[in-house]
């Protein structure tokens, strides 16, 4: 590869989108550059986790909350810089419904968990894909 070039990463994630009456859980998160968003539960895929297993740990992890997901919902892939390094990422998404509260969120990752209405969801969305995701749920 030339000098100068970054080679591309492939990344693979799932996540849930809990609802729970009108009511969407949402988690608080840092991005790259430092700026504080609003966001769905979601994150990498393990060696030798199904997506459905890896959505279920992720949105534990992320909002204290053990979760079943009711069905699948949609995949999505977008692309970001960090760095020289250019992702594809790859996410898909469940539709959950909370089962039980069996902790709080991972501090480390994530700066507050809060369930939001969908109008609250849709003010505080900022990503293209949590908007899209948002259009689907309405239709």
């Known amino acids: ?21 009108d009511k969407l859980l949402m988690v608080k998160v840092q991005n790259l550059e430092g700026r504080q968003l609003w966001t769905f539960p979601k994150g990498h895929i393990e060696a030798a986790e199904t997506a459905e297993i890896a959505a279920v740990r992720e949105v534990e992890e992320e909002t204290g909350y053990r979760c079943e997901i009711t069905k699948p919902f949609d995949k999505i892939q977008y692309w970001f810089k960090h760095g020289r390094k250019l992702t594809k990422k790859t996410v898909t998404w469940f539709l959950m419904k909370p089962l039980e509260k069996t902790g709080t969120h991972d501090p480390e990752e994530i700066l507050e968990a809060k369930w939001l209405t969908m109008p609250q969801a849709e003010t505080v969305a900022r990503y293209p894909s949590d908007k899209k995701i948002l259009a689907k749920l309405k239709t």
């Open 1 to 21: 590869m030339p000098a100068g070039r970054s080679k591309t990463n492939f990344e693979f994630s799932a996540g849930g989108i809990v609802q729970d009456g």
